[in-house]
């Protein structure tokens, strides 16, 4: 799921990250299991994936720190009636 969640370039749902990795609509149930899951959580994934980027010499840094590039707006945009497409 993760994966999916990373190579998703379509509206964010559980059948676009099954897409996005090539996986039938078969494992939906399993998807939607996994986002209930209590075995994990994002702050301990983020914490491992903090972990893993740190113990990497070709991670770009900043003042020693490691940088991380993201985009973290959910804000959807709305076009005005008026403005050329």
Known sequence: MVWGILLCNR????TSYLNAVGLSQFYY???LHWFHATS?????LSLQWHQWLISHENVK???GQPIYVGDGI???FIRPKNAPS
């Open 61 to 63: 840094r900043l003042k």
């Open 11 to 14: 509206t964010p749902a559980i």
């Open 40 to 44: 994990w959580s994002a702050k301990t």
């Open 74 to 76: 959910k804000v959807a």
């Open 29 to 31: 149930d399993h998807a």
